[in-house]
């Protein structure tokens, strides 16, 4: 049997089904709410904005070179300019192509890059200081473990510093069907197959938890006095 040429999908371990889906999904989301936060599933700008200060605890983003996988309307480079400054440099990427378009009218500019790709399947972009992932890995495919091992584990191949991402928990008090929550203490030993230097966030009133993964230790040994 003739073998089928590798598509996209196959680099973050979605079905191509998989990846027309959400693809369809977030598209057709945009055409009903615009730039919205309801376009990219979140109850509130609050909430995205809490999200986005987990994914960052304890991080410095200026002068950083910095991926945002499924980046949506690109709202992370408002909120990184706010606590930051403008001083880094970003490439957003995601599946849904009008909300690649969009986030590049509301934001694309120098140093502020925006591409429908999945982990640039098709455009080889180097390293990154900082990789984020926020709701990236929230709706449930046709196999999650699968993508969620295949997707941070070509991410961190990029990553020179640290990768940030967040997961819907299994400790929760109900769970709709169309989205995967994931047990933290699996994608934490996955993490750690990984990187020694892994840190976990359950600490922050939403039903989710927050992954940082470090290429190396944050902090270091004192000498003995």
């Not at 982990?119 to 990236?136: C, H, K, Q, W, Y």
Request: net charge negative; charged share 25%; glycine share 8%.
């Amino acid at each position: 049997m003739e073998e089928r040429p590798r598509t996209a999908a196959h680099t973050i371990g979605l079905s191509d089904e998989d990846c027309s889906r959400l693809s369809a999904l977030y598209d057709g989301r945009f055409a009903e709410h615009g730039s919205s936060v309801k376009t990219v599933g979140w109850g509130s700008e609050s909430d995205q904005a809490m999200r986005f200060e987990v994914l960052c605890r304890g991080l410095n983003l200026a002068g950083k070179r910095i991926l945002d996988i499924g980046c949506g309307l690109g709202d992370f480079v408002a909120w990184a300019e706010s606590r930051y400054g403008p001083d880094f440099d970003y490439v957003g990427m995601d599946l849904a192509k009008d909300l690649v378009s969009a986030a590049d009218a509301r934001f694309g500019g120098p140093h502020r890059r925006f591409i429908a790709d999945t982990l640039g399947a098709e455009v080889d972009m180097g390293e990154f200081d900082v990789i984020v992932l926020s709701g990236t890995l929230t709706f449930r495919t046709t196999d999650n473990m699968a993508t969620m091992r295949t997707l941070l584990g070509n991410a961190f191949a990029r990553c020179r510093g640290v990768l940030c991402c967040n997961f819907m928990t299994s400790y929760a008090d109900s769970q709709l069907e169309k989205n995967f929550h994931y047990s933290p203490e699996e994608v934490f030993g996955f993490a750690k197959s990984l990187t020694r230097f892994v840190v976990l966030h359950h600490d922050y009133p939403l039903y989710e938890f927050t992954l940082q993964m470090f290429r190396q230790a944050t902090l270091q040994r004192q000498p003995k006095p």
